[in-house]
């Protein structure tokens, strides 16, 4: 049954470890796993992995040698200082040309400084991206990988033969880019998913405040919606978790706290977006709804303080759920179109070529956020490889301009009720913002040049040059620098 050397070796077997290592045998190729723990080992070998092309060792020298050259060892650990540990332990087993990979959700910073780090030691380092949860694991995930490009080539058939396929049978799986870039485009995914999860449980707590619709009720409405332009993973999985009962029969996700986690992947989108000057409100909004939702004790004691407005619809219940799903419709497009702004200006800044119509692709199949909508982008990008920003290409122009009116519907009425919609309003914020020729930003300008001497740009003069006003007749002439951080 097994060939004298392993294909892959997989270090790490929690439940996606576990899932991709049974999704390679299942491919035809033998793997070797390793954990801390022999018991986990044997756990795995004498369970799941019975009578499949697996081996299993806690030692890592057993586990190079058991490996045919160039050698390819996948980390599934917990990001940071864990996935230095193991480089550091593997190393001096390795030689030229060896390639590590770490699939764990790692810092782009930390994936860049180690393909650095490794290339000066002949070792070709891969972070990759790899998301669908335990069933994309096992089933097909979508896996972005980047690094050492010398790597590809020895790592390609593996990982797009286990990565998943969409309906004409292109794989979600290709080449993102050098260094970091594969890990900066799966936390740009993670950052979409984040903004995904929190527009659609405003819309269903909206429906909860102004309807009060049953879970059960609202399973059926998300089930419609999966029928129409929002078909999607996340909304498929809503229809199901809202029909799910408790040991009582009641439902389940009337006993869950209202207070949610976070692994630190969407903060580090938006830390990103700060660093390249990119307006990444909704998903910013999101992550911030996190924070407030685990401040839940201070909530509870601050709804017997703080009196909002009651609750008063005299509208038609039908007509505002169809509102609802359009609002929802617009505000995932302007999702989707701040995370690929902000690849698009970390690929300029980090001098990536960025297949955006490719990445589009590996989201369409076994992540997260694989959706039916993600074909158009994938079409946006092909048609027009350097748009600079999705609303702009025709399809989405016009399918945003036909949504925004209900948007605005759904912003206005839950604002007059009380109800949060930090992401849907952040949403309908960038685009009046994105669509204004003139901002207010001329005011804050005079502001900040009347208190600091700041300078400012004028309409009527070339773009780059910079004047300072002696606003109240008691400053000088002096100017501080001209600069943007």
Known sequence: MFKKKSDIALVGIAVMGENLALNMADKGYQVIVSSRKQDTVDRFLNGRAKDKPIRGTTDMETLVNDLAKPRKILLMIKAGKPVDMVIEKLLPLLDDGDIIIDGGNSNYEDTTRRTRYLAEKGIHFVGTGVSGGEEGALTGPSIMPGGAKAAW?????????????????????????????GHFVKMVHNGIEYGDMQLISEAYFTMRRLFDLSPDALGDIFAQWNETELDSYLIEITAEILKVKDEDGTPLIDKILDKAGQKGTGKWTVVASLDHGIPLSLIGESVFARFLSALKDERVSASKVLKGTPIRFDGDKDTFIEHLRKALYA?????????YQLMRQAAISNAWDLNYGGIALMWRGGCIIRSKFLADIKKAYDNNPTLKNLLLDPFFTKTIESMIPSLREV?????LNGIPTPAMSAALSYFDGY??????AHLLQAQRDYFGAHTYERVDKPRGEFFHTNWTGKG?????TSYDA
Request: with cysteine; aromatic share 6%; charged share 20%.
């Open 435 to 440: 669509r204004t020729g003139t901002l207010p």
């Open 411 to 415: 912003v206005s009425t839950c604002a």
């Open 331 to 339: 505000a995932k497009i302007i999702s989707y179109t701040q995370g």
């Open 153 to 181: 080539p020895h790592i390609k058939e593996i990982f797009q033969a286990i990565a998943a396929k969409v309906e004409n049978g292109e794989v979600c799986c290709d080449w993102v880019g050098p260094e970091g870039a």
């Open 476 to 480: 000088g002439k002096t100017s501080s």
